[in-house]
Protein backbone atom coordinates (compact mmCIF):
# COMPACT_ATOMS: atom_id res chain seq x y z
CA UNK A 1 0.00 0.00 0.00
CA UNK A 2 1.18 3.79 -0.40
CA UNK A 3 -0.40 7.32 -0.73
CA UNK A 4 -0.94 8.98 -3.57
CA UNK A 5 -0.30 12.80 -3.92
CA UNK A 6 -4.09 13.15 -2.62
CA UNK A 7 -3.10 11.73 0.80
CA UNK A 8 -5.31 8.42 -0.09
CA UNK A 9 -3.99 5.11 0.21
CA UNK A 10 -3.82 2.98 -2.48
CA UNK A 11 -3.18 -0.51 -3.37
CA UNK A 12 0.02 -1.82 -5.22
CA UNK A 13 -1.81 -2.71 -8.62
CA UNK A 14 -4.54 -0.43 -8.80
CA UNK A 15 -2.01 3.25 -9.39
CA UNK A 16 -4.10 6.31 -10.51
CA UNK A 17 -2.20 8.30 -13.49
CA UNK A 18 -1.87 11.92 -13.51
CA UNK A 19 -2.91 14.22 -16.24
CA UNK A 20 -1.82 17.94 -15.20
CA UNK A 21 -2.27 17.31 -11.93
CA UNK A 22 -5.70 15.66 -11.94
CA UNK A 23 -6.46 11.96 -12.34
CA UNK A 24 -6.70 10.93 -15.60
CA UNK A 25 -7.73 6.70 -15.49
CA UNK A 26 -5.56 3.94 -13.55
CA UNK A 27 -3.04 2.05 -14.39
CA UNK A 28 -3.28 -1.64 -13.01
CA UNK A 29 -0.22 -3.67 -11.79
CA UNK A 30 -0.37 -7.97 -12.00
CA UNK A 31 -1.15 -8.86 -8.42
CA UNK A 32 1.50 -11.61 -8.12
CA UNK A 33 4.70 -11.71 -9.98
CA UNK A 34 4.83 -14.18 -13.19
CA UNK A 35 7.24 -16.78 -14.30
CA UNK A 36 10.19 -17.41 -16.75
CA UNK A 37 8.12 -17.36 -20.25
CA UNK A 38 4.96 -15.76 -18.82
CA UNK A 39 3.83 -12.76 -20.74
CA UNK A 40 0.99 -9.87 -18.78
CA UNK A 41 -2.41 -10.31 -21.06
CA UNK A 42 -5.46 -7.66 -20.31
CA UNK A 43 -8.89 -8.03 -20.69
CA UNK A 44 -8.97 -4.27 -21.53
CA UNK A 45 -10.04 -3.93 -17.49
CA UNK A 46 -8.96 -4.70 -13.80
CA UNK A 47 -5.57 -5.68 -13.60
CA UNK A 48 -3.50 -8.05 -16.17
CA UNK A 49 -3.20 -11.51 -15.76
CA UNK A 50 0.30 -13.75 -16.32
CA UNK A 51 -0.08 -16.61 -18.76
CA UNK A 52 2.08 -18.85 -20.90
CA UNK A 53 3.83 -17.31 -24.08
CA UNK A 54 3.92 -19.13 -27.75
CA UNK A 55 6.34 -21.89 -27.27
CA UNK A 56 6.77 -23.16 -30.65
CA UNK A 57 5.76 -22.01 -34.16
CA UNK A 58 4.88 -24.24 -36.56
CA UNK A 59 2.86 -24.75 -40.29
CA UNK A 60 -0.05 -26.92 -41.25
CA UNK A 61 1.96 -29.31 -43.55
CA UNK A 62 5.17 -29.59 -40.09
CA UNK A 63 5.00 -32.04 -38.20
CA UNK A 64 7.27 -30.32 -35.11
CA UNK A 65 7.17 -26.84 -33.47
CA UNK A 66 10.20 -24.42 -34.21
CA UNK A 67 11.28 -21.93 -31.49
CA UNK A 68 13.34 -18.43 -32.12
CA UNK A 69 13.14 -16.33 -35.05
CA UNK A 70 10.53 -18.68 -37.45
CA UNK A 71 10.08 -17.64 -41.10
CA UNK A 72 6.89 -19.81 -42.85
CA UNK A 73 6.72 -20.68 -45.66
CA UNK A 74 4.26 -21.56 -48.16
CA UNK A 75 5.03 -25.04 -48.20
CA UNK A 76 5.23 -25.04 -44.51
CA UNK A 77 1.40 -24.41 -44.55
CA UNK A 78 0.79 -26.86 -47.29
CA UNK A 79 -0.03 -23.46 -50.34
CA UNK A 80 0.89 -23.27 -53.32
CA UNK A 81 4.09 -20.55 -53.83
CA UNK A 82 3.17 -17.25 -56.45
CA UNK A 83 6.60 -17.88 -57.84
CA UNK A 84 5.88 -22.03 -59.06
CA UNK A 85 5.02 -25.15 -57.43
CA UNK A 86 3.66 -28.18 -58.49
CA UNK A 87 0.00 -29.33 -56.70
CA UNK A 88 -0.50 -32.65 -55.51
CA UNK A 89 -4.05 -32.04 -55.27
CA UNK A 90 -7.15 -31.24 -57.89
CA UNK A 91 -7.76 -27.37 -58.74
CA UNK A 92 -11.55 -26.86 -58.37
CA UNK A 93 -12.38 -23.35 -59.84
CA UNK A 94 -15.34 -21.32 -58.44
CA UNK A 95 -18.39 -22.30 -60.47
CA UNK A 96 -20.58 -20.22 -63.35
CA UNK A 97 -17.66 -17.45 -63.38
CA UNK A 98 -19.03 -16.60 -67.33
CA UNK A 99 -16.67 -14.12 -69.04
CA UNK A 100 -19.26 -12.91 -71.04
CA UNK A 101 -21.87 -12.63 -68.92
CA UNK A 102 -20.63 -11.44 -66.12
CA UNK A 103 -16.92 -10.07 -67.23
CA UNK A 104 -15.64 -13.02 -64.47
CA UNK A 105 -13.87 -16.51 -64.91
CA UNK A 106 -12.32 -19.43 -63.19
CA UNK A 107 -8.84 -18.99 -64.97
CA UNK A 108 -7.15 -16.40 -66.31
CA UNK A 109 -4.32 -17.22 -67.95
CA UNK A 110 -3.24 -13.41 -69.36
CA UNK A 111 -2.20 -14.47 -72.71
CA UNK A 112 -0.18 -17.64 -71.43
CA UNK A 113 0.02 -21.16 -73.53
CA UNK A 114 -1.38 -23.91 -71.66
CA UNK A 115 0.88 -26.78 -72.09
CA UNK A 116 0.56 -30.82 -71.44
CA UNK A 117 -2.53 -31.23 -71.78
CA UNK A 118 -4.15 -35.02 -71.70
CA UNK A 119 -7.62 -33.50 -72.60
CA UNK A 120 -9.88 -30.82 -72.02
CA UNK A 121 -13.59 -32.01 -71.16
CA UNK A 122 -16.82 -29.89 -71.01
CA UNK A 123 -19.13 -29.80 -68.36
CA UNK A 124 -22.28 -30.35 -70.14
CA UNK A 125 -23.28 -29.98 -73.51
CA UNK A 126 -22.25 -27.73 -75.92
CA UNK A 127 -25.91 -25.81 -77.03
CA UNK A 128 -24.94 -22.07 -78.55
CA UNK A 129 -21.65 -20.73 -80.13
CA UNK A 130 -20.76 -18.88 -77.03
CA UNK A 131 -20.49 -22.56 -74.99
CA UNK A 132 -17.72 -23.87 -77.11
CA UNK A 133 -13.75 -22.54 -78.21
CA UNK A 134 -14.25 -18.75 -79.30
CA UNK A 135 -11.57 -17.26 -81.06
CA UNK A 136 -11.15 -13.51 -80.77
CA UNK A 137 -12.00 -11.55 -83.80
CA UNK A 138 -12.31 -7.75 -82.32
CA UNK A 139 -12.94 -6.23 -79.16
CA UNK A 140 -16.60 -6.88 -79.38
CA UNK A 141 -16.90 -10.23 -81.65
CA UNK A 142 -15.64 -13.98 -81.66
CA UNK A 143 -15.52 -17.08 -84.01
CA UNK A 144 -17.10 -19.72 -82.14
CA UNK A 145 -16.43 -23.26 -82.84
CA UNK A 146 -18.77 -26.15 -80.79
CA UNK A 147 -19.92 -29.51 -81.19
CA UNK A 148 -23.31 -31.27 -79.74
CA UNK A 149 -25.13 -34.34 -80.24
CA UNK A 150 -22.44 -35.79 -82.88
CA UNK A 151 -22.42 -32.23 -85.33
CA UNK A 152 -19.53 -29.76 -85.50
CA UNK A 153 -20.45 -26.19 -85.57
CA UNK A 154 -18.62 -22.88 -86.76
CA UNK A 155 -20.35 -19.37 -85.43
CA UNK A 156 -18.80 -16.32 -87.37
CA UNK A 157 -18.55 -13.24 -86.23
CA UNK A 158 -20.39 -13.92 -82.85
CA UNK A 159 -21.48 -10.86 -80.93
CA UNK A 160 -19.75 -10.15 -77.54
CA UNK A 161 -22.36 -11.47 -75.00
CA UNK A 162 -25.15 -13.22 -77.81
CA UNK A 163 -25.33 -17.35 -77.95
CA UNK A 164 -24.77 -16.72 -82.10
CA UNK A 165 -28.34 -17.71 -82.84
CA UNK A 166 -28.92 -14.19 -84.56
CA UNK A 167 -26.10 -14.73 -86.80
CA UNK A 168 -25.69 -17.83 -89.25
CA UNK A 169 -24.11 -21.24 -87.46
CA UNK A 170 -22.88 -23.19 -90.12
CA UNK A 171 -22.70 -26.88 -89.54
CA UNK A 172 -19.01 -28.67 -90.23
CA UNK A 173 -20.04 -31.79 -90.02
CA UNK A 174 -22.81 -33.95 -89.19
CA UNK A 175 -22.35 -37.22 -87.99
CA UNK A 176 -25.41 -38.00 -85.37
CA UNK A 177 -24.80 -41.14 -83.40
CA UNK A 178 -23.77 -43.37 -86.47
CA UNK A 179 -21.59 -44.78 -88.00
CA UNK A 180 -19.76 -42.16 -90.58
CA UNK A 181 -16.33 -42.34 -93.18
CA UNK A 182 -14.46 -39.85 -91.20
CA UNK A 183 -11.92 -39.43 -93.99
CA UNK A 184 -10.89 -35.68 -95.16
CA UNK A 185 -13.07 -36.07 -98.49
CA UNK A 186 -16.73 -36.57 -96.80
CA UNK A 187 -15.30 -33.59 -94.78
CA UNK A 188 -14.86 -31.37 -97.57
CA UNK A 189 -17.95 -32.18 -99.21
CA UNK A 190 -20.19 -31.38 -95.60
CA UNK A 191 -18.14 -27.84 -95.63
CA UNK A 192 -18.98 -27.04 -99.11
CA UNK A 193 -22.30 -27.94 -99.61
CA UNK A 194 -22.26 -25.18 -96.26
CA UNK A 195 -20.53 -23.06 -98.59
CA UNK A 196 -17.41 -22.12 -96.87
CA UNK A 197 -15.20 -20.23 -98.65
CA UNK A 198 -11.79 -21.07 -97.42
CA UNK A 199 -12.05 -24.53 -98.29
CA UNK A 200 -10.30 -25.14 -101.53
CA UNK A 201 -12.03 -26.79 -104.37
CA UNK A 202 -10.43 -30.47 -105.97
Sequence with gaps: MFINNQGKPQTANK???LNNGTTGGVFYAPTAAGTSGQFLKSSGSGAPTWVNGVTGVKGNAESSY???DVNITPANVGAVAKSGDTMTGTLVAASNKNYESNSTSGLNMSNSD????GGIYTNDTSEHGNEGINFYRD???????????????????????????AQ????IANYGNGTTDLSIRPLIAQARANRLAFLPAD
Aim: proline residues 7%.
Design 15 to 17: IPK
Design 139 to 165: ATHWDSLYANGGNLYFAPNRPTGSNGE
Design 66 to 68: RTG
Design 114 to 117: IIGV
Design 168 to 171: TIYT
